[in-house]
């Protein structure tokens, strides 16, 4: 069954809860229809019949880190807020062989294909040693590699102190995005400038990790929303974190928000990460290190939301997949689950450049069955079934078999 092109998927549920059935075609939904018929389950190999499951569009995770994914237990790590995550990693790092980079960055890309994800951008750091672009050259290997079932963007973490000769030479290694930390560096309008001029040279979009602190005295955005209107970059550029918009008074948030909707400047809230970094200081009452979601929302600005890091020193936790992202942003973030949904998919495609997905006519059929009976029961995480398309063919099935000493759920 794996890799079979299916033709058509009946007896599920949309995401509304209407029931339908869609025809598939050359990697595209070609026909939908609502409609709650009986359907012969024996329909063939390239058909899927799921009565009790949930169609809805792949996922998407819009900011990875890849290259550090599953380090947790080889960095020597401690518990705590970001420059202790960037002090354990840097010293991991210093010695981290390529190979060490290939087989754990694997890992997350099967891991978030497991549980419905097929686009992935990952931020991959220059490394310190002979050969700085040894963990660069790994993903980039691994997006060829794995071309066939996930779109992979590469996106350059570049750091202030890397010289611009190096920058270039990565660049030339085929990297997708450019990205970077204006807000680590002695001067972050100079820095931000900096790399949007690469971006300029190169004809790459921008991802830059944003203001990734509480409290409003830090706020790189600002010279960020300013470069990207200048230079008409409305829709090829993408703020990640932006943790400090959630600390603003909402006086000043008003109309900093309306200056990002003008601009086109993308967000991107990371929950799981920023939840675990910020805040330490707080012993009581202690904030949420997440950003101004319902503000930016209801300014229709487009935000996407993902994991981050997995397992790594910037967060031991992390489960590569969109349910925990959604699970966040519903409990801790308060959006509904209309919206969580469209965090980890139809917004993050589009941030991320790429063409629709999804159960309706004519987008591209990168498709997630989960046995689930409502929206809710999706987002919160399933685990007892995922089926994954991309381009219509079957890249992933997962099922679990659940054994008990009695039955446990009443039959009504």
């Known amino acids: 069954m794996m890799g079979t092109e299916i033709r058509r998927i009946t007896g599920v549920r949309l995401a509304g809860g209407q029931p339908c059935d869609v025809d598939l075609a050359d990697g595209v939904v070609r026909c939908l229809r609502l409609s709650d018929r009986d359907i012969d389950a024996q329909a063939g190999p390239d058909h899927l019949h799921r009565p009790g499951w949930m169609l809805l569009p792949s996922a998407v995770e819009p900011h990875a880190h890849v290259d550090k994914a599953f380090s947790w237990s080889l960095t020597n790590p401690l518990y705590g807020d970001l420059e202790t995550a960037i002090n354990c990693w840097r010293t991991y790092a210093e010695q981290m062989p390529a190979t060490d980079v290939y087989f754990r960055a694997r890992r997350a890309f099967s891991t978030y294909l497991a549980h419905g994800i097929t686009a992935v951008r990952s931020h991959v750091d220059l490394l310190s040693g002979p050969d700085p672009l040894r963990g660069l050259a790994e993903v980039v290997r691994l997006r060829e590699e794995l071309r066939d079932v996930m779109t992979i963007q590469v996106a350059l973490l570049c750091s202030s102190h890397s010289p611009l000769s190096q920058l270039h030479e990565a660049?030339?290694?085929?990297?997708?995005?450019?990205?970077?930390?204006?807000?680590?560096?002695?001067?972050?309008?100079?820095?931000?400038?900096?790399?949007?001029?690469?971006?300029?040279?190169?004809?790459?979009?921008?991802?830059?990790?944003?203001?990734?602190?509480?409290?409003?005295?830090?706020?790189?955005?600002?010279?960020?929303?300013?470069?990207?209107?200048?230079?008409?970059?409305?829709?090829?550029?993408v703020a990640s974190h932006c943790v400090s918009l959630g600390s603003m008074p909402m006086s000043e948030l008003t109309p900093l928000i309306e200056q990002i909707r003008q601009a086109g400047l993308g967000i991107v809230?990371?929950?799981?990460?920023?939840?675990?970094?910020?805040?330490?200081?707080?012993?009581?009452?202690?904030?949420?290190?997440?950003?101004?979601?319902?503000?930016?929302?209801?300014?229709?600005?487009?935000?996407?939301?993902?994991?981050?890091?997995?397992?790594?020193?910037?967060?031991?936790?992390?489960?590569?997949?969109?349910?925990?992202?959604?699970?966040?942003?519903?409990?801790?973030?308060?959006?509904?689950?209309?919206?969580?949904?469209?965090?980890?998919?139809?917004?993050?495609?589009?941030?991320?450049?790429?063409?629709?997905?999804?159960?309706?006519?004519?987008?591209?059929?990168?498709?997630?069955?989960?046995?689930?009976?409502?929206?809710?029961?999706?987002?919160?995480?399933?685990?007892?079934?995922?089926?994954?398309?991309?381009?219509?063919?079957?890249?992933?099935?997962?099922?679990?078999?659940?054994?008990?000493?009695?039955n446990m759920i009443p039959t009504p």
């Open 171 to 237: 660049m030339e290694l085929g990297v997708d995005v450019v990205g970077g930390c204006p807000h680590l560096s002695p001067d972050p309008a100079a820095e931000t400038k900096r790399l949007l001029d690469l971006a300029d040279r190169f004809g790459r979009p921008v991802d830059l990790h944003t203001d990734e602190q509480l409290g409003a005295d830090v706020q790189t955005i600002r010279p960020y929303i300013s470069e990207v209107a200048r230079r008409g970059l409305g829709g090829r550029a």
């Open 269 to 406: 809230s990371l929950p799981i990460t920023n939840l675990y970094l910020q805040g330490r200081a707080d012993p009581v009452r202690r904030p949420r290190g997440i950003t101004a979601l319902r503000a930016l929302l209801d300014a229709n600005v487009t935000v996407a939301a993902g994991g981050d890091n997995v397992r790594d020193p910037f967060n031991p936790m992390g489960r590569a997949d969109p349910f925990e992202t959604t699970s966040l942003l519903i409990t801790a973030g308060h959006l509904g689950a209309e919206e969580a949904l469209a965090a980890v998919t139809t917004n993050g495609r589009r941030l991320l450049g790429l063409p629709p997905a999804g159960p309706a006519i004519g987008q591209r059929a990168d498709l997630m069955l989960v046995r689930a009976e409502t929206l809710a029961d999706a987002l919160a995480g399933p685990g007892d079934g995922r089926i994954v398309l991309y381009g219509g063919r079957i890249v992933s099935r997962t099922t679990v078999q659940v054994e008990q000493a009695h």
